[in-house]
């Protein structure tokens, strides 16, 4: 049975850096797109960042571009989000995801989902 597994998130200041990590288990992790998703109370889940299996293009929403990058270590079924230069906006409940490549930023397209990890960012 697919398992993801966030892990990494906390709370930082304005500026600060967090790594998310999500582990996978259970399905063959190099042959999914995987995605880093957020939600925010009272807001729906957004997209945040995609990288593709077969050639490992990113994509990342334009509201994190130049501060978040996602990356994956296919040895380690890991994907990571390095998040730099952290906004109170920042703050959310982020899903890492699993899906067919070219899943992106469509979150109906991603088969599996991890519980979460919660990101604050204090001003």
């Known amino acids: 049975q697919a398992q993801l597994v966030e892990s990494g998130g906390g709370l930082v200041q304005a500026g600060g850096s967090l790594r998310l990590s999500c582990a996978a288990s259970?399905?063959?992790?190099?042959?999914?797109?995987m995605g880093w998703f957020r939600q925010a109370p009272g807001k729906e889940r957004e997209f945040v960042a995609s990288?593709?299996?077969?050639?490992?293009?990113?994509y990342h929403a334009d509201a994190v571009k130049g501060r978040f990058t996602i990356s994956r270590d296919n040895a380690k079924n890991t994907v990571y989000l390095q998040m730099n230069s952290l906004k109170p906006e920042d703050s959310a409940v982020y899903y890492c995801?699993?899906?067919?490549?070219?899943?992106?930023?469509?979150?109906?397209?991603?088969?599996?989902w991890g519980q979460g990890t919660q990101v604050t960012v204090s001003s």
């Open positions: 995801g699993a899906g067919p490549h070219g899943a992106t930023v469509r979150q109906a397209l991603y088969d599996y």
């Open positions: 990288i593709n299996w077969s050639d490992s293009a990113t």
């Open positions: 259970g399905l063959t992790f190099s042959t999914y797109t």
